[in-house]
T-cell receptor
């Protein structure tokens, strides 16, 4: 089954404790992206990757890191999480970085930073 | 700041009615437009994509695009209670690239 898989689905942690949210897709997609969704603010892009070893900042990149060493994986790293990073996070992928390609979303990761 | 605007709603319609959801965008060079449906606590699910002016129909859904007026709309015919969800409009604001900007969504409530 074609899908975007995120782990963990839920995480409660404390300020300053490094964490990684994994994202993997099995569709051989070139483009991958991370979003956060907050009430009243909608979906905002954190980082995106057009292909392996090519990443770029989205609208809200502060406090996050990403890497794209393999085509299928695009982990989101919070080196020193803070409470304002409490949010619902989505990973998405599309066949290519061309504008006509729709993005397919993972099931989401609900992250709480205490 | 490139923006995508949607009425937050809720938009309430009775079962069987037509629901009309609207979206405006600020960047004239935008080329691709998508509608996603999101149930509470779930991930966005692609419903429709539209790239050229006019109407595009898929089952009970019709997307309409008017680039001159910079708006895109989604019509849902014969609305069902299962259509109750938040509908997100997404627009690519970087010409030629897949990066999307999302509106904040319109909540649709379909009453039996």
């Amino acid at each position: 089954e074609a899908q975007v898989t995120q782990n963990p689905r839920y995480l409660i942690t404390v300020t300053g404790k490094k964490l990684t949210v994994t994202c993997s897709q099995n569709m051989n997609h070139e483009y991958m992206s991370w979003y956060r969704q907050d009430p009243g603010l909608g979906l905002r892009q954190i980082y995106y990757s057009m292909n392996v070893e090519v990443t770029d900042k989205g609208d809200v990149p502060e406090g996050y890191k990403v890497s794209r060493k393999e085509k299928r994986n695009f982990p989101l790293i919070l080196e020193s999480p803070s409470p304002n990073q409490t949010s619902l996070y989505f990973c998405a992928s599309s066949l290519s970085g061309r504008s006509n390609q729709p993005q397919h979303f993972g099931d989401g990761t609900r992250l709480s930073i205490l | 700041q490139k923006e995508v605007e949607q009425n937050s709603g809720p938009l309430s319609v009775p079962e069987g009615a037509i629901a009309s959801l609207n979206c405006t965008y600020s960047d004239r060079v935008s080329q691709s437009f998508f509608w996603y449906r999101q149930y509470s606590g779930k991930s966005p699910e692609l419903i429709m994509s539209i790239y050229s002016n006019g109407d595009k129909e898929d089952g009970r859904f019709t997307a309409q695009l008017n680039k001159a007026s910079q708006y895109v709309s989604l019509l849902i015919r014969d609305s069902q209670p299962s259509d109750s969800a938040t509908y997100l409009c997404a627009v690519n604001v970087r010409s030629g690239y897949s990066t999307l900007t999302f509106g904040k969504g319109t909540m649709l409530l379909v009453s039996p």
